[in-house]
C-alpha cells in the first residue's frame, strides 16, 4: 500500500497563475483533508470531505477550492495565486476499523508563489 | 472553540537526557487526544493518541497520560536519541463534524550527541 500520495512534491507559481494539488489515497478510507503549514502557526485545515460527495470548510479556505472526484482522490485548486498562499501542503485521510479517527498524511507539496 | 496551545521550541537536549513537552487542551465536550510526529521533509505520523480521561498513550518509548483536571496531555520520554529530533505536534478531536484535528503550533525537537 502506498498510503496518501501527492503530486507534486515542489511547485514554483507567479502571482495569478493556477494549479491543482493532486491527493489519494489506498486505504478506502471514506474522509480526506488539505492542510496547510506555516511556520509558527502549526496546520490549518483549509478543507475537507467527510465522506465521497461531500466538501466542507475548513478554518482557512479563502482563495482554494476543492473536489472529491471519487472515494480515493481529493485535489485542491488555487485558481489565481498569491504570495500568502506560499506554505507546504498536507494532505490527510481517515475513516475504517477501530482506527477510524486517526489521520494519515501524505509527504506534502512545497509551494511558492512570486 | 476547539484550541491546543504547545510550549515553545525549539527544545535542545543532549542524547538521553528526559523528554517533557508540554500540552494544554480547551474544548468542548470530550476530545480524542493526539501526538503526531514530523520529520525532517515529511508527513506527519501519528506518534500515540489516548481517547478518554486517565488512558496513558505510548509508542517507542514515550507516554502521555489524558489529565481531564488540568486539560493536559504532556509528552515524556526518558531517554532520547539523536534520532527522535523532530517537530512534536499535539492535536485533538471532538466527536462529530468530520473528524477533524486542531493541532497545535508544534515544538521542534533537537537532540546532540
Known amino acids: 500500500n502506498a498510503g496518501v500520495t501527492q503530486t507534486p512534491k515542489f511547485q514554483v507559481l507567479k502571482t495569478g497563475q493556477s494549479m491543482t494539488l493532486q491527493c489519494a489515497q489506498d486505504?478506502?478510507?471514506?474522509?480526506m483533508y488539505w492542510y496547510r503549514q506555516d511556520p509558527g502557526m502549526g496546520l490549518r485545515l483549509i478543507y475537507y470531505?467527510?465522506?465521497?460527495?461531500?466538501?466542507d470548510k475548513g478554518e482557512v479556505p479563502n482563495g482554494y477550492n476543492v473536489s472529491r472526484l471519487n472515494k480515493r482522490e481529493f485535489s485542491l485548486r488555487l485558481e489565481s495565486a498569491a504570495p500568502s498562499q506560499t506554505s507546504v501542503y498536507f494532505c490527510?485521510?481517515?475513516?475504517?476499523?477501530?482506527?477510524?479517527?486517526?489521520?494519515?498524511f501524505g509527504p506534502g507539496t512545497r509551494l511558492t508563489v512570486t | 472553540g476547539d484550541s491546543v496551545t504547545q510550549m515553545e521550541g525549539p527544545v535542545t537536549l543532549s542524547e538521553e537526557a528526559f523528554l517533557t513537552i508540554n500540552c494544554t487542551y480547551t474544548?468542548?465536550?470530550?476530545?480524542?487526544l493526539f501526538w503526531y510526529v514530523q520529520y525532517p521533509g515529511e508527513g506527519l505520523q501519528l506518534l500515540l493518541k489516548?481517547?478518554?480521561?486517565?488512558d496513558k498513550g505510548s509508542n517507542k518509548g514515550f507516554e502521555a497520560t489524558y489529565r481531564k483536571e488540568t486539560t493536559s496531555f504532556h509528552l515524556e520520554k526518558g531517554s532520547v536519541q539523536v534520532s527522535d529530533s523532530a517537530v512534536y505536534f499535539c492535536?485533538?478531536?471532538?466527536?462529530?463534524?468530520?473528524?477533524?484535528?486542531?493541532f497545535g503550533t508544534g515544538t521542534q525537537l533537537k537532540v546532540e550527541l
Open positions: 486505504m478506502n478510507h471514506n474522509s
Open positions: 492535536a485533538l478531536r471532538v466527536a462529530g463534524g468530520g473528524n477533524k484535528l486542531t
Open positions: 490527510a485521510s481517515s475513516g475504517g476499523g477501530t482506527t477510524s479517527y486517526e489521520q494519515y
Open positions: 474544548a468542548t465536550g470530550y476530545p480524542s
Open positions: 489516548a481517547t478518554k480521561a486517565d
Open positions: 470531505s467527510a465522506s465521497e460527495g461531500t466538501t
